[in-house]
Nanobody, 125 residues
Framework: QVQLVESGGGLVQAGGSLRLSCAAS????????MGWFRQALGKEREFVAA????????YYADSVKGRFTISRDNAKNTVFLQLNSLKPEDTAVYYC??????????????????WGQGTQVTVSS
């Protein structure tokens, strides 16, 4: 069983940056594909980014491509999401997720096995 704990959310002005972290415990972190999703109030959870077990393959939603960067540190069992050039429409609860296996481009929530509790990101205009 893998436990995931996100941190780093907060309130930021449009154009600003945040760095989200997700610390994993209870499993072999380096064997999991890691992903980030977000859910805005009243909307469905949507895919943001995914990262292969070794960090060599990344995949992004079109809405964040060029602004967000996913990375991982397997020695620290942590995955990161760097959010730059933030927009008010990026406001959401951000969740990290872990998936067993090696296929990276998983964009549906039911393709992931473990989830964190989420961290709130609010972007003011």
């Amino acid at each position: 069983q893998v436990q995931l704990v996100e941190s780093g959310g907060g309130l930021v002005q449009a154009g600003g940056s945040l760095r989200l972290s997700c610390a994993a415990s209870g499993g072999t972190f380096s064997s999991y594909v890691m992903g980030w999703f977000r859910q805005a109030l009243g909307k469905e959870r949507e895919f943001v980014a995914a990262l292969s077990w070794n960090g060599g393959d990344t995949y992004y939603a079109d809405s964040v491509k060029g602004r967000f960067t996913i990375s991982r540190d397997n020695a620290k069992n942590t995955v990161f999401l760097q959010l730059n050039s933030l927009k008010p429409e990026d406001t959401a609860v951000y969740y990290c997720a872990a998936a067993r296996g090696y296929y990276t481009r998983r964009t549906y929530y039911d393709q992931y096995d473990y989830w964190g509790q989420g961290t709130q990101v609010t972007v003011s205009s």
